[in-house]
Structure formats: C-alpha cells, structure tokens
C-alpha cells in the first residue's frame, strides 16, 4: 500500500529553518536578489528559469548553500532523487544543522529505497528541530519499510500532535494499521485524512480495501466509485470492483498491483506462507511433477518463482532452472538462494512467448491465482515446450463456469476449464486432482493441481 508525503518539496525562503550558518562572502545584495528572483519562479514551476539563476549564483560562489540547496529541491521536484541527493550532500557539507535539507535528503534517500539512511537524515533532522512533522511524517515511512510498524505508528503520531491538520501522517498511520489488520481503526485514520482532503484518491481506494477486508462490501464499492470519480487508477479500482462482483472481471491482476504487492510483502513472504497459511504446494507440486518425469537434467522454466519455494524443490530436476517473476523484491529473495541459472523481471506470459520448444518443464506454483484467462498461458507453455515436455501447476479450486475472481482478489478456476484448454492447446492430461493448496483464516483452500503433456 502506498505511503505519502508532501506532493513536492516545497521551496522555503532561506532563512525559513534554524541554522548557525555564518554569512559567507559574495552574499551580497545582487546575490539575494537572484535568490529571491530563482525561489518566485521555482514556485511558479519555472524550474529550468529559477535552476539557471541558482547556477549562476553558483559560478561566482561554488559553495553557496543556498543556492545548492534550492538546486537540491529542484532535483527532487523532477523526481531526480540521486541527483537531489548528492546536491543536499553538498550543501550539507557546508551547513551540517540545515534540518530542511536534512529533511529533504532524507526524501532523496527514501525515494532512492535506502530507508535506514532517510530514517538516520530524519532523525538529525530532528535532533536540531524537533517539533518537525514533516520529518516525522518521513521518519513514519521510512520506519514501516523497515517493518518496525509500531515505532511508525508511533512517529505518525507525534507528528499529528504537533500538526494534527497534516494529512500526510493520518493517511501513512491508516496504511500502517492497515498492514497490522487493525482495519476498525485504519478505516478512522483514512477518514480523517479524508475529512481534511476529501478527494486524497489514495485514502479513497485504502479505505475501499479496509471495507472489503471488513467484509463490508457495498460501504466498498461506494469508497472505490468515489476513489474512480477523483481519478484513482481505473484498472486497479476496476478490478477490485470486479471482484465484489461490480465490475467486469478483467483476464488478469494488473501488473502493477501484483508488483507493488509483492515487492512489500518479498521479505516475509516465506514465513507468512509457510508459517500462518500452512502453504504447502511447492513441497506437494514438486514431488507429483518428479513421479512424471523420466529422468533429471531438464531445461525448466519457473512462472512467478517469487522468492524460489518450489525452484529449490526443482532444481535436483534441471539442467537448467530460469525463475520469471514481475516482482524485482521477490526476484531479489530469490537470488540469495542461488538454486536459478537465470531470473527475468517480466511478465510470464510474454517471457514464454519468447521461448520456443527449448524448454522439459514449465511450472506455476500459487500464480494462477493472478490470471483469470489462462488461454495465453497454455499457448504460450505449448510453444515454449519441447515434445513430451510438462506442463505442472496449481489454481485454487472453483465449481463454477471457467474461472472466478473472488472477493479475496484472487481466481479460481474449474477442472473442466482446465481440461478444455488443455484439449483445445493439446496437452495429455496426465494428472488434474483436488488438494488443499494452503489455509486462510484457519480454514482449507481448495484448489487443483495438474500435470499436462505436450503433445
Ligand atoms: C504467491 S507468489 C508464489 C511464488 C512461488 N511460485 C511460490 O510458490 O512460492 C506469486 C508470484 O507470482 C508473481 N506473478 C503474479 N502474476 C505474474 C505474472 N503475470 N507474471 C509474472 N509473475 C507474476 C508474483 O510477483 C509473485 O511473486
């Protein structure tokens, strides 16, 4: 779920923030002027105007704090997060007690994913203004990635104690009681962070999924329409609608759902699967699929290997194993385990239709779950399949028409489904049989396994 801070960061004239900074030479008035000039225009959103200026300041005094730092922000409201980064370094090393660009750099950083140096540049930036939301705010982010939620929770909240206007920190507390499945109280923090900004499309859409979650589905799909009209992103609301049966129901997860999803959970992925959801079909899949080969030293394919339960399983099987995943994070788990020849950042579908009768074994363990069609999957695994080639994966299990996509946000899909585009792709059926492909809330999931051959 996303996390938010100010939209950009805001330029501040400079004296604005607590610093000891002595006055340096060639500070003059003409230099103030061009200052003042370059802040009007950065604020009107002339950046290539009010970056000209800084850099003249800049030519006939390199070490300009100022200067730097404007040029610093300007970086960051193009979203050049390294370039803002070495600037605000620059200027730092001219005014270390500068907490605005202490702040600022501690955005750079976060931004650039290295959450424990934002938090480290937050925190000085608090140690010399403490009463600073803003860095609070970014402390809170910067410690949920880090999943220490409750010190989030708790930066989150000495920030609305000293701006309990910000919308900010109401908005990224409801994400973290979020995570922790406090839904009750997420869903208050997004209110208020919606009665102070009633159209924040983020706090829209969070609430919607908090009320699904809460098993409240027309409060949902009344949040998410409203999430729709102030311009939440149509493919990801559409499909969550579609799953509380509000919508049509797309052929697949959007892409940057199943990423963003992903690349959060990657590094508790193992212990939450294997430990609270009893998962079980790597282990379960990887021995049916080894009693229908003949032999080892096979050229296999993983679809969404995620962090790499079952390419482990299947590597005793390879010649050579190559893991496909949308998610680099889970890709990045994956990698440690040093069992794949090869991992691809890509869509499965399309990385099979690149591959053409090279391949002994194609599997899918828990991925289906992601894809509603599954007609381009077959094709695809058809012609990247040798002759005789596998074809094994697991679906959670529906009675119903082809395939479904639950309020969970995940399908299911029908045996008979799967044996008509088996048929219709002309696969060999060796193997469709139920099994339970792991637990939600205490309880069974039903699903299928299969193992196909190409014929
Ligand atoms: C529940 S995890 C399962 C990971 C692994 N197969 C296992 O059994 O542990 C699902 C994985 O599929 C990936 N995924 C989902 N849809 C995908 C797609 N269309 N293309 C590539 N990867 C996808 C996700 O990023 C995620 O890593």
């Known amino acids: 779920m996303k996390q938010s801070r100010p939209r950009e960061p805001r330029p501040r004239r400079p004296d604005a923030t607590r610093s000891a900074r002595p006055a340096l030479a060639g500070e003059g008035e003409a230099c103030a002027a061009a200052l003042n000039a370059g802040l009007a225009l950065q604020q009107q959103g002339q950046l290539d105007q009010a970056e000209a200026l800084y850099q003249e300041i800049l030519r006939s005094n390199p070490q300009h704090f100022h200067a730097l730092q404007l040029l610093a922000t300007i970086a960051g409201q193009r979203k050049n997060s390294a370039a803002a980064l070495e600037l605000f370094d620059q200027a730092l090393r001219i005014d270390p007690h500068h907490a605005l660009s202490l702040y600022n750099r501690g955005v750079a950083l976060q931004d650039l994913k290295r959450p424990a140096e934002a938090l480290e540049s937050c925190d000085l930036a608090l140690r010399i203004k403490p009463d600073y939301p803003q860095a609070l705010n970014q402390r809170g982010i910067a410690l949920h990635e880090l999943k220490r939620l409750d010190e989030a929770l708790q930066s989150y909240d000495l920030a609305l104690r000293i701006a309990p206007d910000h919308v900010q920190p109401h908005f990224n507390r409801g994400v973290v009681l979020h995570a922790l499945k406090r839904l009750d109280e997420a869903l208050q923090s997004y209110d208020r962070a919606l009665v102070i900004e009633p159209d924040h499309k983020d706090a829209l859409v969070n609430r919607g999924h908090a009320l699904l979650e809460l098993k409240r589905p027309q409060e949902a799909i009344a949040a998410l329409r409203l999430a729709l009209e102030n311009g939440g992103d149509p ?144 094709a695809g695994a058809r012609q990247a399949l040798r002759a005789g080639g596998l074809f094994g994966f697991a679906v959670e299990a529906s009675d119903a028409g082809d395939f479904v996509l639950r309020p969970t946000l995940r399908y299911a899909h029908s045996a008979a489904y799967l044996r008509k585009l088996a048929a219709s792709h002309q696969f060999v059926c060796e193997f469709i049989g139920p099994r339970i492909i792991r637990q939600e809330k205490g309880s069974d999931v039903n699903g299928f396994h299969a193992i196909l051959r190409r014929s």
């Open 235 to 378: 493919e990801q609301i559409g499909y969550t609608l579609a799953a509380l049966g509000a919508a049509t129901v797309p052929a697949a997860t959007p892409r940057q759902f199943v990423t963003r999803h992903f690349d959060q959970f990657a590094s508790t992925f193992d212990q939450h699967l294997i430990g609270t959801l009893k998962y079980q079909t790597p282990a379960l899949l990887s021995k049916e699929i080894s009693q229908w080969v003949a032999a080892g030293n096979l050229d296999i394919l993983d679809l969404g290997c995620g962090t790499g339960l079952l390419g482990a399983l299947l590597k005793p099987l390879a010649r050579r194993l190559t893991g496909v995943d949308l998610s680099p994070n889970m890709l990045g788990m994956a990698r440690q385990l040093q069992v794949y020849d090869e991992l691809i950042c890509g869509e499965l579908t399309e990385f099979l239709q690149t591959q053409s009768g090279n391949l002994d074994l194609v599997a899918a363990a828990d991925v289906f779950v992601y894809i509603g069609d599954l007609s381009p999957v077959f």
